[in-house]
């Protein structure tokens, strides 16, 4: 079991940035951001795989965030820019320690098993 939290979330306007950090307390082989807007399910965002650096993007947020790891602070971020109202939503760090991330099911909540409190974005 690995405790993830978050921090940088706070309201921006449109075409705003945040920058998102996600603290890790120990070794994970895949982490990664996910969303959850009122009355929607939760969506996967971003992933890394920690120990090659590849990523995986929603279409929604391509060229417009960008996943990043500190590996020497087991830190994760999330830089968020040219934000819109339709990325408001709590945002929640995620990790997993059994397999890395892979393209197929890469945003699947099912497969992290580590969980963040969640820190809220909203966009106006």
């Known amino acids: 079991h690995v405790q993830l939290v978050e921090s940088g979330g706070g309201s921006v306007q449109a075409g705003g940035s945040l920058r998102l950090s996600c603290a890790a307390s120990?070794?994970?082989?895949?982490m990664g951001w996910f969303r959850q807007a009122p009355g929607k399910e939760r969506e996967g965002v971003a992933v890394i795989s920690t120990s090659s650096g590849s990523t995986y993007y929603a279409d929604s947020v391509k060229d417009r965030f960008t996943i990043s790891q500190d590996s020497n602070k087991n830190t994760l971020y999330l830089q968020m820019n040219n934000l819109k109202p339709e990325d408001t939503a709590m945002y929640y760090c995620?990790?997993?320690?059994?397999?890395?991330?892979?393209?197929?099911?890469?945003?699947?909540?099912?497969?992290?098993?580590?969980w963040g409190q969640g820190t809220q974005v909203t966009v106006s």
């Open positions: 120990g070794y994970t082989l895949c």
């Open positions: 995620a990790a997993r320690l059994t397999f890395a991330c892979t393209g197929g099911s890469w945003g699947a909540v099912y497969n992290f098993p580590n």
